[in-house]
């Protein structure tokens, strides 16, 4: 059965290569993929039945009555299967479908090129908005109107409102004039909880869980509270309801303070009833210069365009840029097209006979369709895989990766982790420009990412159509079959829809993003075919039901909230599992460390057995030696390794254990017992390693030669140094971000001298880690740099600063001179005292001269 499976695919790649575009073929290929589900499906149940004999496939379990029931059903289903098959080829020669074994567009992973962005890589994309954001910023910062004045940007789907938005947000003049920002996206399938709760983690510090446990009444109260006092620019994006505003525009104080709401909408009433005194700023369509800029920049993203672009290159380019009727994101994606294509007249000119563009106003969609059937097959479920995230969501780019790899989406390639090929796959999409970079981490891999709403609509849309995927959301006006569908994600559901749900017996994910006290979630453990169980959004579920033995064809799980009583030790039955992700603290049992196709274990604090091998596992975060006299851990190819130490002896144990890592790339030691001293440069990753964090713990022996020397980050955490790191740590030639949280340094001065830091990007000098963390924050040790009086900054240093966060320095008498700092985007000074602040008053502040370069400013007055 699994070689007839193997041949049907097979059969659906050529097919599709053949027929992209093709309608008799995509009917004819439903049909052979609803067949491919039924083998699915067969094999899945087989493989439950014979582990549920408890006998295995042993040679003598094999014939176990249970065993052998299993063996006649899958043998039916076989038969069902073949002789479907065999009507859907005898069919065929009827659709006049024939020679279906060329070969597809092959993916040429090697090609693809990591281009780092930063978080603010939507300026790529920006062209003929230069007026609109003249005549909005004066709107913004109109010092005639201090009344609260609520400012609209309408237009139709993809047209740019949330991109100029962006720019407004972002701009130097606009940070230093409000006093507060917010940012918070709205779309269709947000709850009022939801978007509170969003205002308040942009301004506060506050913790989730305490957000969580905040009644509505209470939320408002305190961002009113928080807004009062000081001028705020607020940006609702995407606000598609006129309700929604209704229920938005209480929470806003209107205090004469010169404050604005900025939203954008693609209706007209939205914005005239936000605010009736303000006239909307309706959007307009590129022309076409605008429109040809903006498509060669897309298809041309690493050269001259005008240099490489043939004349007659430049007239197919003319003809297909005024097919795009000016919109952008139809530009866009056209152009991250083009760019993936043979700049040659004979290609373009072929891209542009292949559309069909004589359905008015559908553009952008027909674009759509053109890029996502030339994708290579495989990719397709990838792209697809997108459409179960909400709206605006920021997209984990590891996390994705592991999905699609749990889904078995991803190929295994000779030499390489499949973790590698789905990145060059997340890649390969990025150029095309179906998806989009939110932000990138220190060694280029991405870190969030996201889709525009017309290409998520559209990846519904197509998945629905082979019950790929299906949206549990009560937005949805139409009535939608579960039953047969192989992917669920609720968003927001209410009680009507839930008794629908159950019958999915072939699901093979099922993510939860919404918060729900529903008996739904306690269901899910009667999908025995899942592969992925991702719940996000808080549940009334306090543990894992020992049905989860059954679900022996899991491969990915996480678990966002509190499992109150740990982990059953059935867990150990899942042995596809490849992903557990815990962010709680429940107990992990020993079983789960039999499972030998382990990639990725991340729990806030467990324990191994002493004795252990996981061959396939890339990342353990984090782990403890707790007990342990000795160990025998033989991680071969970890990359990814988070480690707590505890007691004296487990030096020698962590030294053992990091001696046979030939593929670290990230370390993170944290000691609570410090400060600690570890050799590293004779480790066998010591020039490969990139992030390395060290909490109490400084390199044996105080040089520079024990850091490695190709890092990208490096954390350090309460090493209590009387000599001043700097020295050392600036001669780090391809360190990006440094961050030095609590009392690393016991001494008075510190010094950055001319040429150090040359590719730092980022500098925090802070009491405690801008992340949540549980690395013994709480321990009896003093949690900012004490004695620290001085610190200078000379001309040619750290000559890429982009940021520069700085922390509860009590005893710092002044700021060190910035003014050499021309790359420094932005400034943050936290918890600082009243004289150091009066030192950097706007103009009149002996200190302003070296900070007024600086776009963005953020003063918290210390309120020790």
């Known amino acids: 059965m699994e070689r007839e499976l193997r041949r049907i695919k097979c059969f659906l790649k050529d097919a599709d290569a053949k027929g992209k575009r093709d309608e008799r073929v995509k009917n004819w290929v439903n049909d052979v993929i609803q067949v491919a589900y039924l083998a699915e499906d067969a094999i899945g149940t087989f493989l439950i039945k014979v582990h549920q004999s408890k006998g295995g496939l042993s040679f003598i379990n094999r014939f176990k009555p249970n065993a052998l029931i299993a063996r006649h059903h899958v043998g039916v289903e076989i038969g069902k299967v073949k002789e479907l098959l065999n009507e859907i080829m005898a069919s065929r020669e009827m659709y006049g479908i024939q020679n279906l074994g060329e070969d597809g567009d092959a993916l040429n992973l090697t090609s693809v090129r990591r281009c780092h962005f930063s978080s603010q890589s939507y300026d790529a994309d920006v062209v003929g908005l230069f007026h609109d954001q003249k005549v909005l910023l004066e709107q913004l910062m109109d010092h005639q109107h201090q009344r609260l004045c609520v400012i609209s940007i309408v237009g139709i789907g993809g047209l740019g409102k949330t991109t100029l938005a962006k720019k407004l947000y972002h701009n130097n003049a606009v940070s230093n004039h409000f006093h507060k920002r917010i940012w918070v996206t709205v779309s269709q399938e947000n709850s009022l909880m939801g978007l509170l709760r969003k205002m308040l983690e942009n301004v506060t510090e506050i913790e989730r869980e305490k957000l969580e446990r905040m009644a509505e009444n209470d939320l408002i109260d305190m961002i009113n509270d928080l807004l009062r006092t000081q001028s705020f620019l607020v940006v609702l994006d995407d606000i598609w309801r006129e309700d929604a505003w209704n229920q938005l525009q209480r929470i806003f104080p209107d205090v004469n303070s010169g404050s604005r709401v900025l939203i954008t909408t693609r209706f007209l009433n939205?914005?005239?009833?936000?605010?009736?005194?303000?006239?909307?700023?309706?959007?307009?369509?590129?022309?076409?210069?605008?429109?040809?800029?903006?498509?060669?920049?897309?298809?041309?993203?690493?050269?001259?365009?005008?240099?490489?672009?043939?004349?007659?290159?430049?007239?197919?380019?003319?003809?297909?840029?005024?097919?795009?009727?000016?919109?952008?994101?139809?530009?866009?994606?056209?152009?991250?097209?083009?760019?993936?294509?043979?700049?040659?007249?004979?290609?373009?000119?072929?891209?542009?006979?292949?559309?069909?563009?004589?359905?008015?106003?559908?553009?952008?969609?027909?674009?759509?369709?053109?890029s996502y059937e030339d994708l290579p097959y495989h990719m397709k479920s990838c792209?697809?895989?997108?459409?179960?995230?909400?709206?605006?969501?920021?997209?984990?780019?590891?996390?994705?990766?592991?999905?699609?790899?749990?889904?078995?989406?991803?190929?295994?390639?000779?030499?390489?982790?499949?973790?590698d090929t789905g990145e060059a796959i997340l890649e390969e999409l990025i150029q095309r420009s179906l998806i989009h970079v939110y932000t990138r981490k220190n060694n280029g891999s991405v870190k969030k990412c996201g889709v525009h709403d017309l290409l998520l609509d559209f990846t519904r849309s197509a998945a629905k159509k082979d019950r790929f995927l299906t949206i549990c959301s009560a937005e949805n006006d139409q009535p939608i079959s579960w039953a047969l569908s192989r992917r669920v994600a609720i968003h927001n559901i209410n009680d009507t829809m839930i008794n629908e749900i159950y019958p999915m017996h072939g699901l093979r994910t099922f993510m939860l993003f919404a918060p729900h006290d529903h008996p739904i979630v306690s269901q899910i453990f009667k999908f025995q075919f899942l592969r992925v169980l991702d719940?996000?959004?808080?549940?009334?579920?306090?543990?894992?039901?020992?049905?989860?033995?059954?679900?022996?064809?899991?491969?990915?799980?996480?678990?966002?909230?509190?499992?109150?009583?740990?982990?059953?030790?059935?867990?150990?039955?899942?042995?596809?599992?490849?992903?557990?992700?815990?962010?709680?603290?429940?107990?992990?049992?020993?079983?789960?460390?039999?499972?030998?196709?382990?990639?990725?274990?991340?729990?806030?604090?467990?324990?191994?057995?002493?004795?252990?091998?996981?061959?396939?596992?890339?990342?353990?975060?984090?782990?403890?030696?707790?007990?342990?006299?000795?160990?025998?851990?033989?991680?071969?190819?970890?990359?990814?390794?988070?480690?707590?130490?505890?007691?004296?002896?487990?030096?020698?144990?962590?030294?053992?254990?990091?001696?046979?890592?030939?593929?670290?790339?990230?370390?993170?030691?944290?000691?609570?017992?410090?400060?600690?001293?570890?050799?590293?440069?004779?480790?066998?990753?010591?020039?490969?390693?990139?992030?390395?964090?060290?909490?109490?713990?400084?390199?044996?022996?105080?040089?520079?030669?024990?850091?490695?020397?190709c890092l990208t980050k490096l954390v350090l955490c309460y090493s209590e140094l009387e000599e001043d790191p700097m020295p050392k740590l600036e001669r780090l030639q391809y360190l990006v971000t440094l961050k030095l949280i609590g009392n690393v340094h016991l001494g008075k001065t510190m010094v950055c001298s001319a040429g150090g830091f040359p590719k730092l990007e980022s500098l925090y000098i802070t009491t405690v880690s801008p992340k949540r963390t549980s690395m013994f924050l709480v321990l009896q040790y003093k949690r900012e740099l004490a004695n620290l009086e001085e610190w200078r900054v000379e001309p040619g240093a750290m000559p890429k600063l982009a940021f520069l966060e700085l922390t509860l320095c009590k005893k710092l008498k002044m700021l060190p001179d910035l003014q050499h700092l021309t790359s420094l985007q932005e400034l943050k000074l936290r918890y600082i005292s009243q004289e150091f602040m009066l030192r950097l008053e706007r103009e009149s502040g002996e200190d302003w001269y070296k900070i007024q370069h600086v776009p963005k400013l953020t003063f918290e007055k210390c309120v020790c």
């Open 535 to 709: 719940l996000i959004g808080p549940t009334n579920l306090q543990r894992l039901p020992e049905q989860i033995k059954l679900m022996i064809h899991l491969r990915f799980l996480r678990w966002q909230y509190e499992i109150t009583s740990g982990l059953p030790s059935s867990i150990g039955n899942l042995q596809f599992l490849e992903t557990i992700d815990l962010s709680n603290g429940t107990d992990i049992p020993i079983t789960l460390w039999k499972i030998k196709t382990l990639r990725h274990v991340r729990h806030p604090y467990c324990q191994p057995p002493q004795s252990l091998m996981l061959r396939n596992l890339l990342t353990l975060r984090c782990v403890n030696f707790g007990s342990h006299k000795a160990i025998n851990w033989r991680f071969p190819n970890l990359r990814k390794l988070r480690v707590f130490i505890c007691e004296e002896h487990h030096g020698a144990m962590l030294t053992h254990l990091l001696s046979g890592l030939d593929h670290l790339i990230s370390l993170s030691i944290v000691a609570k017992q410090w400060p600690v001293e570890i050799d590293t440069k004779d480790f066998p990753f010591h020039n490969r390693l990139l992030s390395l964090t060290l909490l109490g713990i400084w390199p044996k022996g105080n040089t520079i030669s024990e850091f490695p020397a």
């Open 383 to 419: 792209f697809l895989y997108l459409g179960a995230y909400p709206e605006d969501y920021e997209i984990t780019g590891n996390v994705l990766v592991r999905q699609w790899i749990a889904e078995g989406f991803i190929p295994q390639e000779e030499r390489k982790t499949m973790e």
């Open 270 to 370: 939205v914005a005239k009833r936000a605010d009736p005194r303000s006239i909307p700023y309706q959007l307009s369509l590129l022309n076409d210069d605008e429109s040809m800029k903006l498509l060669l920049k897309k298809a041309f993203p690493y050269v001259d365009a005008e240099a490489n672009c043939s004349s007659e290159l430049l007239d197919i380019g003319h003809c297909l840029m005024r097919e795009c009727g000016g919109l952008p994101l139809a530009l866009v994606v056209l152009g991250g097209l083009l760019s993936i294509k043979d700049k040659t007249p004979i290609v373009w000119r072929r891209l542009l006979e292949t559309m069909d563009w004589a359905a008015e106003g559908r553009q952008c969609q027909e674009i759509l369709a053109l």
